[in-house]
């Protein structure tokens, strides 16, 4: 939904029932000063039904409809699903009244177009551009969805009706003040020209999650830095610019959202999947966007107050009504625990005073058996969307904090 004059604009959108679902592609107004709806008639080709589509106005009063998605039913039980990546404008040739006449118009956009997504945010951003940030491309299967979520940025220059994507800079006088440290000590006025070199490579951030049930997610973001950050060896990132030489940024996500303030653009939460579980996000970060020099952590994420989307309402309804069936599933699920509880035993304690790195060197081996024996000869590691889950590790912490927990 978008603001256009003086009324509320709304396109498309689906409604799914128990048997059947439905995509639309109509169009409907709501006028500010009468509050009452209408559904507009607009003339020519206009996009195909579809949810999940972002909308942006122009400067001259028209609506951009980008991307979306949709699914169709191929089969008895068989659905397959469509991420649009078309872009169209609803044009009125009036003053936005109600009785005026809207057209549909199909745009060809050049540049560099986002890679095929469906749950990105959108926003307006000054010069007359509208960015696309995030989302996720799932590839679907028969009985499986694997995807990759992003966190990259998409400019959408009106005007010119071009794509192009956002780029970090990288703070600009940081960056000259300790590189004329290192050209006079130790390069040498020569050694200048390697400095504007093109970027060598992408700089790989590693961060631990710890959920609270202790399961530990290794997320693995491989980022581009700035040009001149890159151009510095592995030697001299480590021991002189530190944390400097690597550029924070949010980790991939879908369903995030956007604001944008005096040029500032903020982004919170979202959602991103390791293997079978969501994850909600509460983090908040902001980047100016006449720079686009570095992200700012405004709030970081707190592993504690993420929240695991498992489980349903109805399926905590359905394991109420199964708790209340009779004695015999409470007796079954007593013999399970304890069965558990005497499988646990056999694993690897840990001893007083040691340190989770060093629980995972000492029972590593062990873990490794417990995982192949359980997924498969084959199974080194579960991908999830974003980066890797590698699945010994994995138990092994999280039988490390089950234990200190219980201690």
Known sequence: MVACKRQLIIFGGFHESARDYIYYNDVYAFNLDSFTWSKLAPSG????????????????????????????????????????????????EGAGREEDKWA??????????PTPRSGFSTAIGPNNRSLLF??????????????????DIYFYDIGKKRWFPGQLKGPKSEKRKRRRGRQGEVEGAGDEEMEKQPPQGP????????AEDGTVMT?????????????????????????????????????AM???????????GGMFEVGDRQFTLSDLYSIDLHKMEEWKVLVEMDP?????????????EEDDMEGAEGGEEEEESSEEESEDEGGEEQHPSVQPDEKHADYLSRTEQYWIKLARSNMGPDAKEKKGHVGSWNIHPALQSAKYYMLRAQA
Request: with cysteine.
């Open 304 to 316: 504690k107050a993420q929240e695991w989307l498992e489980e349903s309402e109805s399926d905590e």
């Open 134 to 151: 995030g989302g996720v491309h799932d590839e679907e299967e028969e009985e499986s969805i694997e995807g990759d979520f992003f966190n």
């Open 104 to 113: 549909w118009s199909r745009l060809n956009p050049s540049g560099v177009k």
């Open 258 to 268: 956007l604001a944008v303030k005096h040029g500032v653009l903020y982004v919170y």
């Open 45 to 92: 080709i206009g996009p195909a039904p579809r949810s999940g589509c972002q909308m942006a106005t122009t400067p001259e009063g028209g609506i951009i409809i980008y991307g979306g998605y949709s699914k169709q039913r191929i089969k008895k039980d068989v659905d397959k699903g469509t991420l649009h990546t078309d872009m169209f404008l609803l044009k009125t």
């Open 219 to 255: 997320i693995k973001q491989v980022i581009s830095g700035p040009a001149e950050e890159k151009e510095r060896s592995e030697s001299e990132e480590d021991e002189e610019d530190g944390a400097l030489g690597q550029q924070v940024e949010p980790c991939p996500r879908s369903n």
């Open 203 to 210: 700089v790989e951030i590693v961060k631990e999650v710890v």
